[in-house]
């Protein structure tokens, strides 16, 4: 009865959250900007929250006794969702940063069997784990094989919800890899494209981008056939067939295609200008995408997107109602041991409209 409750919830809450965005831009000073959107259908009242170091975190195996437990070497910063213990995303004071998507379908996490409890690490425990634990890629690949990842039941608005999540990690130097529950494994892939979205499987999304070998951000050449000649109508011809619909697959591929064809840029400015501009093909406006067509489910946009600079230790953040682009710096952030953890509501108040009226010249 219990797995029926959370299938009918899960249809609730989750048929339509499936259009999370992720991607890594590399400047040519060696600046690595990752781009992340969140959206869902249900409010999720996001939260951005310090971590300091060395707080403490208890967790228990599925049988009530002792799991992975820790005490943070690095303090960090994440975003939550419905006032729950889970890190969607974040970053760390290292520039180590996970952003936790929603995998439909596939997702099974671990089992724990006789004698892995001290092992036992449920899954919404995972990205503060890889935050308060690491500072490279290689640190947590390292790690990963000591875990069992396993499903635990949060209460969501009264109800149990285990949420169906995989994830991305990417340091400072560039270097990122995916972390993927299917079938009750645990799967680690390099991520050398840093492009991530929802389902299907990571290695899918990979080989399925052979079929879109064609495209090219130059024009086609003009072509004659019995003496007339036919050119293309306007600019952007080569690209023709990159998807443009919202669903995970077709958002690998475009943004596969934005990042590795957009002019490289110099500097962390230029990387984070960039980054805007590549997220902006992505943006969920309310009421695009919908379920079937008589349900009720809530409509799904894009709540949230973060830029994390991963150098410089900046996260950069913006709302759907709130355009403005803000910024938290890290290095400013007091994460001493016994420093009080603080936060700041994702969706907050418009900032005022820059008035450059006076600034009109003749």
Not at 158 to 167: E, N, R, S, V
Not at 206 to 213: E, G, H, I, V
Request: charged share 20%; net charge neutral; aromatic share 12%.
């Amino acid at each position: 009865m219990l797995r029926k409750a959370l299938i009918v919830l899960f249809g609730f809450f989750f048929a339509q959250a499936i259009a999370c965005t992720h991607f890594k831009i590399t400047a040519q000073d060696g600046t690595v900007v990752i781009g992340r959107s969140l959206e869902f259908g249900p409010n999720l009242e996001s939260n951005i929250i310090t971590v300091p170091r060395d707080t403490a975190f208890d967790n228990k195996a599925p049988d009530g006794s002792a799991g992975v437990s820790w005490k943070n070497k690095f303090g960090y910063v994440d975003l939550n969702g419905f006032q729950l213990p889970l890190a969607v995303d974040g970053m760390n004071e290292k520039g180590l940063s996970i952003g936790a998507l929603y995998f439909p379908n596939k997702i099974q996490y671990q089992t724990v069997s006789t004698g892995e409890d001290k092992h036992a690490l449920p899954y919404y425990a995972f990205g503060d784990w890889v935050l308060g634990n690491f500072s490279t890629v290689a640190e947590v690949k390292a790690a990963l094989p000591t875990l069992r990842v396993y499903a635990k039941a949060l209460e969501v608005q009264g109800k149990p919800t285990t949420f169906p999540l995989h994830y991305v990690i990417t340091d400072a130097s560039g270097q990122s890899a995916v972390v993927e529950f299917v079938d009750g494994k645990m799967n680690v892939y390099d991520n050398k494209l840093g492009v991530f979205t929802n389902a299907p499987s990571f290695p899918w999304q990979l080989t399925n981008l052979r079929n879109y070998a064609n495209l090219s951000p130059y024009s086609p050449a003009a072509v004659k056939v019995d003496g007339i000649e036919y050119s293309a109508t306007g600019q952007g011809a080569g690209m023709f067939g990159l998807p443009g619909d919202t669903s995970p697959p077709s958002r690998f591929v475009k943004i596969a295609f934005l990042v590795d064809t957009a002019k490289e840029v110099p500097d962390a400015a230029g990387a984070l200008n960039l980054a805007q501009h590549i997220m902006n093909n992505v943006d969920i406006p309310f009421g695009l995408v919908r379920g079937v067509k008589g349900d009720n489910s809530p409509l799904e946009s894009t709540q949230w997107v973060v830029f994390k600079d991963l150098k410089n230790h900046v996260l950069y953040f913006k709302s759907y109602d709130n355009q403005t682009l803000q910024a938290i710096y890290l290095d400013k952030l007091n994460f001493a041991k016994g420093a009080k953890s603080m936060k700041l509501p994702v969706e907050n108040k418009q900032l005022p409209i820059a008035d450059v009226t006076s600034q009109l010249t003749d």
